[in-house]
């Protein structure tokens, strides 16, 4: 008669991805940056494609842009796509609302959306 092996019934490692996945992100553990963040010229072409393709009847939100560019290092484009979302709110290009209603650029703050003029 042979003993049980005590380690049959284990539960099997949490921490093991298993065979071809990619380590998990473990909490506290920074997302490695991207090379280079997108030119300001990037972020502009962005967000006008975007409001131009959901039309003056719709928003976008400046994640959504960011997410585009970077999906996996997105939240640090943040406010860079804000910044440049003024800039194009001044030149007249869109309008960017808050609670539904158009601000100013200068009244930026919170959670805005963007759409195209």
Known sequence: MTTPDPDADALP???DPGPGRPEPARAGTPRP???RPPSPG???DEILRQTAARGPQHSIC???VARALDPDG???LLGP???EAAAL???G???VLRKGKPVQPEAMRGVLRLRAR
């Open 13 to 15: 490692d949490r921490t």
């Open 33 to 35: 940056a991207s090379p």
């Open 42 to 44: 990037v972020l502009r």
């Open 62 to 64: 400046p994640s959504e």
């Open 74 to 76: 997105w939240r640090s």
């Open 81 to 83: 796509v804000r910044a």
């Open 89 to 91: 709110a001044r030149e």
């Open 93 to 95: 290009c869109i309008e």
